[in-house]
C-alpha cells in the first residue's frame, strides 16, 4: 500500500515537474499539433527542408542564423524591388505633370486664341457693316448725280456747242458720251445686283436698270 502511494506520488511530481519545464511545455504543444491541417506549417517546413538538410548539433545551432539571413536576404531582394518600382512611380509621376503642363499651356493658349478670334470676329463684323453703310452712301451719291444727269436730257444735245462745233463732230461727242455714261452705269449696276457682294436691296438704290438709262440717253 505504502509502495502505492509512493508510485503515485512520484508520477504526480513528474508530472508537475513536467508542466513547470519550458522545453516540456513546447514539445508537448508541438506534439499536439496537427500539422496535416495546419497549411502555414506546412510551408514553412517544406521551405525549411531545401536548406536545413542535415539534422545535426551543429545544423540546429544555426538554424536560426541561416533563418534570419535568409529572411533578411528577402528583405533586401523586396526593397529592390520596391525601389525600382517607387523610382518607376516617380518617373511616371514626372510624365503625367509634364502632361499636365502642357495640356495646361495649351488650354490657356486656346483660350487666348478664343478670345481673339472672337475680338476679330467682332472688329470684322463692324468693319463689314461700316462699309455696307459706306458703300451704299457711295451707290447713292451716284445715283443723285445720275439722276441729275438724266433729269433734262434736252442738255445732251449740248446746244452751247453748235456754235463751235460741226453738226457731225457734235453728234459724234454725243454719241461717245452716251457711250461711257451707259458703259458705266451698267458696270455699276452689274457690281451692285452681284449676289456675291453684301449690298440690300441694290434695287432700292439703282432704281433704274442699264436699258432702261439707255431708252432714255437715246
Same mark, same amino acid.
Given at each position: 500500500m505504502a509502495e502505492v502511494e509512493g508510485n503515485g506520488a512520484t508520477a504526480s511530481l513528474s508530472a508537475s515537474t513536467q508542466s513547470s519545464n519550458p522545453l516540456s511545455r513546447k514539445l508537448n504543444k508541438i506534439l499536439e499539433t496537427r500539422l496535416d491541417s495546419d497549411k502555414e506549417m506546412l510551408e514553412a517546413l517544406k521551405a525549411l527542408s531545401t536548406f536545413f538538410t542535415e539534422n545535426s548539433l551543429r545544423s540546429r545551432r544555426n538554424l536560426r542564423g541561416d533563418i534570419e539571413r535568409r529572411s533578411l536576404s528577402i528583405n533586401e531582394d523586396f526593397v529592390a524591388v520596391f525601389k525600382t518600382i517607387k523610382e518607376d512611380? =516617380?518617373?511616371?509621376? =514626372?510624365? /503625367?505633370?509634364?502632361? +499636365?503642363?502642357?495640356?495646361?499651356?495649351?488650354? +490657356?493658349?486656346?483660350?487666348? +486664341?478664343? =478670345?481673339?478670334?472672337?475680338?476679330?470676329? /467682332?472688329?470684322?463684323?463692324?468693319?463689314?457693316? =461700316?462699309?455696307? +453703310?459706306?458703300?451704299?452712301?457711295?451707290l447713292m451719291k451716284i445715283q443723285v448725280q445720275f439722276d441729275r444727269y438724266l433729269a433734262a436730257p434736252d442738255n445732251l444735245q449740248m446746244p452751247q456747242l453748235n456754235f463751235f462745233l460741226s453738226a457731225t463732230v457734235k453728234e459724234q461727242i454725243i454719241k461717245q458720251s452716251t457711250e461711257l455714261v451707259c458703259r458705266a452705269y451698267s458696270e455699276l449696276y452689274d457690281a451692285v445686283t452681284d449676289p456675291t457682294n453684301t449690298y440690300k436691296e441694290p434695287t432700292s438704290i439703282l432704281h433704274r436698270s442699264p436699258q432702261q438709262v439707255q431708252t432714255l440717253l437715246s
Open positions: 512611380l =516617380e518617373s511616371i509621376n =514626372e510624365d /503625367v505633370q509634364a502632361m +499636365s503642363n502642357c495640356c495646361q499651356d495649351m488650354t +490657356s493658349r486656346l483660350k487666348a +486664341s478664343k =478670345e481673339q478670334t472672337q475680338d476679330l470676329i /467682332v472688329k470684322t463684323t463692324k468693319l463689314q457693316a =461700316e462699309k455696307i +453703310s459706306s458703300d451704299n452712301g457711295i
